[in-house]
């Protein structure tokens, strides 16, 4: 509404100046007296907070301008005041922080036991010693200890997609869903002490703690605010005229700062909007584009956040794709995330699933149903008798792998161990490499999982420290060490993470399959899943910064030689009014460029990009094939693992090496120009020689002996069929992170790092 008014009134007194002149005095006065005042306002709030910035210097041209009657050169300065104050509204849509989302899940109503009767009370009312009944699928009101065995999902707390049994006698934290049947607790602590409670207290501090942000022009106005008075005072001095004075205060106008790094700074906004980050407000953007440090939450932020099927190791008698369609066809009818990464890995290998009937589910234990006249188990380990040695190398492996072991047994007896883990984003990688290239000297990974998988994850990332075991309260107190250092970003996509988000100079929260909590207590959403974005709001904001800095320092610099010659007598209030603008449309052309880009062409290789990433993961049960002939020839040549062999060949022959050749006849000249021409994609080219080359070596074998294969020929066709399993998962790692990830969208298909499950 300034704004129009002010255009308005200004536009008028120009209309009206040659018939009347003393009317368009008036009006150019009623401009800088209405602007005088919010300004004054405003002005007085942050002298009060003992800041000052570029606008006290706004404020002494308006009232200068009005002292000495140069009323048109006040309508000027009111233009590009009220302009600069929309521009800024622009930038800061939404600075404040919302942490309703913590506190709605915060639960209301608890369950409590007298004897046989339930009773359902505020939950408020719970005191320490009362017995609380958690109905499935309910938050855990209160801290407490299981007085029955129960599945709790932790990972609000915890940040980990991983459910956790307790037994009798252990404790069980507020903030935690009942994952399994009605569970009874003994209240150890009331609502308002118990950990979830916390957790909000910790956020609403960081909230209250946390300093204002200096922007950038200000910074720039506390040396040229006094430079302007100094110049304005000797040109007085020197003339005995207060115009002089004026004249210099209306020329030392900051609007470069008022007008240009606005206009940057809303450009950079826009852009990373564009590039699926919305960040609340400009000030982040400015921070986020000089921030040096950054800590990382892990799981869903680096990781997947959910469990996928990276292994199927099978019985001898047993197929990859019998052992997925048998695991899948009873544990469809499970909520249970274990359950959901089963029926997933069967959709992706293209495998349906045969119907089951009489499934039943034991919390803690598994899905047990029948598939025509054979009784399907799925889950945790078989018990009552030693395992074979596939099954025992499974489980080693699963240890090794820091994977969790989902077993399949058919009519009691072992017939596949499938390995579970949370992978690591295909674009995590090449995330942290553009992360670490544009200027941010440290990267930690600040994580509620365990060391083990923690260092797994850092070490195939390449990040610069590690600390596991957070809780919020530890997140915080790293994010307070981590300011010491300088500019703080704080990623991560949990509630769990919120106060942490909250507390950070700059807080990023992954909006997608995140919390409501994280993304309100953040000054920034990546809107979908994409790790990769990050980067991108990084660039923008250092290229944001650095077009705003330029603008600065331009127009500041244009506005200290404008000052110098009003303090000479060269310009009148009028004329440096006048100089004025021009100088800010210098600034402001250069800070347009921001508003310009941005948005990435698609390209006609996506549609290639993606179709063989969807034939990677269809490729799963040919990867599979070829490590269980290598671990079927342990026991020598035997009628199993020669079939096993056979099999494997067939389906590289089949499947496989089709899709190689595809890969290098279609895709791989389509993305030439993308890479620099042919070298830049020499090394990809090589691993489908060598994969040929395998694939030959071990048709030859298969030749020499068509009908029975010898023992003389185990250890070359072991160390052909492991030589080619350990090319083919490295190949599709470097295709998934240096191809697939250029697709929008695609999801990758490696990943290092496992998670317990039930």
Not at 298 to 312: L, N
Not at 382 to 394: D, M
Request: charged residues 25%; glycine residues 10%.
């Amino acid at each position: 509404m300034l704004l129009a008014g002010t255009v308005v009134l200004l536009v008028s007194g120009l209309l009206v100046w040659p018939l009347t002149p003393e009317v368009a005095r008036v009006l150019w006065a009623c401009v800088t007296g209405a602007m005088l005042v919010p300004s004054a306002a405003r002005v007085v709030g942050e002298l009060r907070r003992h800041r000052y910035g570029a606008d006290l210097l706004a404020v002494l041209s308006l009232a200068g301008t009005l002292a000495v009657g140069e009323y048109l050169a006040g309508a000027v300065v009111a233009l590009m005041v009220a302009t600069g104050r929309v521009l800024e509204a622009a930038a800061e849509r939404r600075a404040a922080r919302d942490l309703s989302g913590l506190l709605a899940r915060a639960p209301r109503n608890a369950h409590l036991r007298h004897g046989d009767e339930i009773e359902t009370v505020p939950a408020g009312r719970v005191v320490a010693g009362d017995v609380v009944v958690v109905l499935p699928g309910e938050v855990v009101p209160v801290d407490g200890t299981a007085l029955g065995e129960g599945m709790f999902d932790e990972s609000a707390l915890t940040g980990e997609s991983r459910l956790a049994a307790r037994s009798v006698g252990e404790d069980v934290r507020s903030g935690v869903v009942n994952a399994g049947a009605a569970v009874p607790l003994r209240a150890s602590a009331a609502a308002s002490d118990s950990t979830y409670a916390g957790v909000v207290r910790l956020a609403e501090q960081a909230t209250a703690e946390r300093a204002p942000i200096a922007r950038l022009a200000d910074r720039v106005a506390v040396w040229f605010l006094p430079l302007a008075l100094v110049i304005a005072a000797v040109g007085w001095a020197a003339s005995a005229d207060a115009v002089t004075a004026v004249a210099v205060l209306v020329t030392a106008t900051p609007c470069p700062l008022l007008l240009a790094v606005p206009i940057a700074v809303t450009g950079g906004m826009s852009r990373a909007s564009r590039a699926g980050v919305v960040v609340r407000d400009g000030a982040a953007l400015e921070l986020l584009g000089g921030a040096r440090s950054l800590l990382l939450d892990k799981t869903g932020t680096v990781t997947a956040g959910r469990p996928e099927v990276t292994d199927v190791l099978c019985a001898p008698d047993t197929t990859t794709e019998q052992a997925l369609g048998l695991a899948a066809a009873v544990e469809r009818y499970s909520p249970h995330v274990l359950a959901e990464a089963v029926v997933r890995a069967a959709r992706r290998a293209g495998v349906a699933p045969p119907s089951a009937d009489d499934v039943t589910e034991e919390p803690g234990r598994g899905v047990e149903g029948r598939v025509g006249d054979r009784l399907v188990q799925v889950g945790t380990r078989p018990t009552g008798e030693e395992l074979p040695h596939w099954a025992a190398t499974a489980l080693r492996r699963g240890r090794l792998d820091l994977a969790t072991v989902v077993w399949l047994t058919v009519d009691r007896v072992p017939a596949a161990a499938l390995l579970v883990r949370d992978r690591i984003r295909a674009d995590a990688p090449r995330t942290m490499r553009r992360l670490h290239a544009s200027g941010v000297a440290r990267i930690v990974l600040l994580t509620g999982d365990r060391s083990g998988s923690a260092d797994e994850v850092a070490a195939m990332l390449g990040l610069d420290e590690v600390q596991a075991g957070a809780d919020p309260a530890a997140k915080i107190a790293r994010v307070g060490r981590e300011r010491e250092r300088g500019t703080v970003v704080m990623v991560g996509d949990g509630i769990n993470d919120a106060p942490a988000l909250a507390a950070a100079d700059v807080g990023i929260a992954l909006g997608s399959r995140g919390s409501t909590a994280a993304a309100q207590a953040a000054d920034a959403v990546i809107v979908d899943d994409r790790i990769a974005r990050l980067a991108d709001a990084m660039d923008i904001a250092r290229r944001t910064r650095r077009v705003a800095v330029q603008s600065a320092i331009v127009g500041t610099a244009l506005s200290v030689l404008a000052m110098i010659a009003a303090a000479l007598g060269r310009l009148p209030p009028l004329a440096g009014a006048l100089v004025q603008e021009g100088i800010d449309v210098a600034a402001i052309a250069n800070a347009l460029r921001m508003l310009g880009g941005g948005h990435r062409p698609r390209s006609g290789t996506e549609p290639l990009l993606r179709r063989f990433a969807a034939e990677h993961e269809s490729l799963a049960p040919v990867r599979a094939a070829v490590r269980q002939a290598a671990d079927g020839l342990t026991d020598g040549i035997t009628a199993s693992s020669d079939a096993a062999v056979r099999r494997a060949f067939r389906l590289l022959t089949e499947r496989l090496l089709p899709h190689e050749r595809a890969e290098e006849s279609e895709l791989y000249p389509s993305l030439r120009p993308a890479f620099g021409g042919s070298d830049g994609i020499a090394t990809m080219s090589r691993g489908h020689a060598e994969i040929e080359r395998l694939c030959r070596r071990l048709g030859r074998h298969l030749a020499e002996e068509p009908r029975r294969l010898r023992p003389d020929q185990v250890d070359d066709l072991r160390a052909t069929l492991y030589g080619l399993d350990a090319v083919l998962t490295l190949h599709f790692a470097q295709e998934d992170e240096g191809f697939f990830t250029l697709a929008d969208g695609t999801a990758g298909t490696d990943g290092t790092e496992g998670t317990d499950g039930r």
